[in-house]
């Protein structure tokens, strides 16, 4: 979904003071072979939080290598149970491939359709740009899995917390209505997301 680049590559000056759509490149001259690898996708994340998932990015700002190139990686680990929670991604579609475990994958289409399945090692998933998506893990013990983007920073837009855990607060008037239920709902949900 990106632009396409208009050189071979432009490895991201994250620190320059220009501010353009994307980053600026670094001189030619200074590239090296180690701007197009990436290491930081090895480790297992941290999965003790609410959710039992973490996500994990190989994104332009943490690969500076991916600048301009449309295309970008995480790594989603997932403890027992554990819940990638419903989110969405406004610049790019996602591939996912599972690795370990069993993940229900779902996303649900602009005209409210649910589609989803469980994915064993070696399946996989595509969520179209924008659509909300989830990954639970149903298996018995840790799941993991590597999902790709056409973007090099697609951005996310988790639903839980866009809503009930943004600053400041949504107004009740408009979650109650939106929701259908009372102040006591919202303010349960809100009180969870720290806002
Ligand atoms: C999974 O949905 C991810 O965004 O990595
Ligand atoms: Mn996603």
């Known amino acids: 979904a ?16 220009v501010s353009v759509n994307g980053f600026p ?11 197009f690898f990436f290491d930081g996708l090895r480790k297992e994340g941290n ?4 959710f039992g998932a973490t ?3 190989a994104n332009v700002f943490t690969f500076p290598g991916l600048n301009t190139l449309g295309l970008s990686t995480n790594r989603v680990d997932f ?3 554990g819940l990638n929670p419903p989110h969405s991604h406004p610049r790019a579609s ?33 969520i179209p740009r ?8 149903v298996g018995e013990g840790k799941a993991l899995a590597f999902t790709s983007f056409n973007s090099h920073f697609p951005g996310v837009v988790i639903s839980s917390t866009s809503l009930f855990g943004s600053t400041p607060s949504i107004p ?10 009372g102040d006591d709902v919202i303010n349960g949900i809100r009180s969870k997301f720290g806002s």
């Open 94 to 126: 996602e591939t996912g491939v599972v690795i370990v475990g069993k993940l229900l994958v779902g996303f649900v289409t602009g005209d409210n359709v649910f589609h989803s399945k469980v994915l064993s090692p070696g399946e996989m998933f595509v």
């Open 25 to 35: 490149c670094k001189p030619a001259e200074q590239v090296v072979s180690d701007d």
């Open 2 to 17: 990106d632009p396409d680049p208009l050189q071979d590559f432009c490895v991201a000056d994250l620190n320059s003071s």
């Open 55 to 57: 996500v994990t990015s």
């Open 130 to 137: 924008g659509l909300v998506h989830f990954q639970l893990n």
């Open 79 to 81: 403890a027992p149970g």
């Open 47 to 50: 999965t003790s939080n609410i």
């Open 172 to 181: 009740n008037a408009v979650l109650t209505k939106a929701f259908q239920v």
